[in-house]
């Protein structure tokens, strides 16, 4: 009887647990408490910025940063229709809208053409999300932005390390958010940290994130805020989890290397990931898209790999196919790639053995699914 592969898995090798039972031992379980502090350095100096600031998980952290920028009801945002819910949410949260643009083949992130023919008098600001890991067309984003007066802000919660241009993303636009949940690339169990330059906008998040108190006057409130805050405990994970940062970004890119020598010869059959120029793919997620065939066939596959004992997840739905943003709008890259494609487990607890039996195995369910492979069939028909 072989193992199951999980699609995801913390890896807790180094003084996460030594810092835990240190606030245990000391009673410092809140969101007072040194770790706070010292994991918020560790995760500004890492990015490349001058502010970090730690939140309980990467939505409210996404919320924020909303809230922070003055997003008003009636705003728009521009963002992917590929992404996690958690991106379209946190703009309705303000009771602004969120504008969907299609994405681009390959990454799936967002298309900087489509960002410029969504932009309208409301435009507030964009999200691009650097899906799976690989970082999306931040230059080009942000000449866009300067040209009309908009925020940026990353949701990098899925790339912890990846770059574009030489410079870690979390500081490629006004803000970033990140997401520490259980399956991302540094986790905290949940958690979510918000990197930025601008100190006045970091000093209002701050401010804001625990209910708006005066920092100058205990228990006044100027403003209404909101319990944000992440706990002395969570950090403790983090500032261990950042300890290790480059063996755990060496140890995806490892994982990449292997999937890529792997599968190189289904490259008939389905579309490897890529890097683009000048960007550098952190691999939270390594995915693979069938080139031919249906939703069904994809789905297929998945069942075939999970009665062989492996894990994996379907692409994002595109946002505009949820009952909450549903959309009668054509985007069609995002229409004839998301439901293609396949998350394939990646995490540092993953051996060379392991990819070869994944890599055997989606051999094997593509062909048995050939039958199923007829015409691509669109969503919408
Ligand atoms: C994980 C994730 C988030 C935030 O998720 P939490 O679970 O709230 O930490 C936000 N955006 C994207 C794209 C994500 O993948």
């Not at 500004?44 to 309980?56: E, M, Q, S």
């Not at 940063?65 to 946190?90: F, Q, R």
Request: aromatic share 8%.
């Amino acid at each position: 009887m072989t193992n199951r592969i999980p699609v995801a898995e913390p890896t807790l090798s180094g003084n996460e647990r030594k810092y835990v039972l240190d606030c245990l031992d000391t009673n410092w379980i809140s969101s007072n408490g040194k770790y706070i502090g010292m994991f918020e350095k560790s995760f500004a100096d890492f990015c490349g910025v001058k502010h970090a600031i730690a939140c309980n998980n990467g939505t409210t952290s996404l919320h924020l940063a909303l809230v922070a920028l003055g997003l008003a009801p009636g705003d728009e945002v521009i963002i992917p229709t590929v992404t996690y819910i958690a991106t379209a949410n946190c703009v309705r949260y303000c009771h602004a809208t969120p504008v969907l643009v299609d994405v681009e083949p390959g990454t799936l992130n967002i298309d900087p053409a489509a960002i410029e023919a969504a932009i309208t008098p409301k435009t507030r600001g964009i999200i691009p999300v650097h899906l799976y890991g690989h970082p999306a067309k931040m230059d080009l984003i942000r000449s866009i932005a300067e040209k009309h007066k908009l925020f940026v802000l990353e949701d990098a919660a899925e790339a912890h390390g990846a770059t574009h241009g030489g410079k870690r993303v979390g500081s490629l636009g006004t803000v970033a958010s990140f997401s520490f949940f259980g399956n991302k690339i540094v986790t905290t169990g949940e958690g979510g940290m918000l990197t930025t330059d601008d100190d006045a906008l970091a000093d209002k998040m701050r401010l804001l994130r625990g209910q708006g108190m005066d920092p100058k006057r205990r228990y006044w409130f100027p403003v209404i805020g909101y319990n944000y805050r992440m706990t002395n405990i969570q950090a403790a994970i983090g500032l261990g989890q950042m300890e290790q940062i480059d063996e755990k970004l060496s140890k995806r890119r490892t994982i990449g290397t292997w999937y890529n020598n792997e599968l190189a010869h289904l490259s008939e059959e389905i579309e490897l990931p890529y890097e683009e120029t000048g960007s550098r793919h952190s691999y939270w997620m390594y995915n693979i898209f069938l080139k031919t065939g249906s939703e069904q066939r994809r789905d297929m596959v998945m069942k075939i790999m999970d009665q062989a004992g492996i894990e994996t997840r379907p692409v994002f739905y595109p946002m505009h196919v949820m009952p909450p943003y549903a959309e009668t709008t054509q985007y069609p890259v995002a229409d004839s790639w998301a439901c293609r494609g396949i998350n394939l487990p990646t995490h540092e607890g993953l051996t060379e053995s392991c990819i070869k039996r994944i890599a055997n195995h989606l051999n094997q369910a593509i062909r048995q699914t050939s039958g199923l492979d007829t015409n691509f069939t669109a969503r919408a028909a």
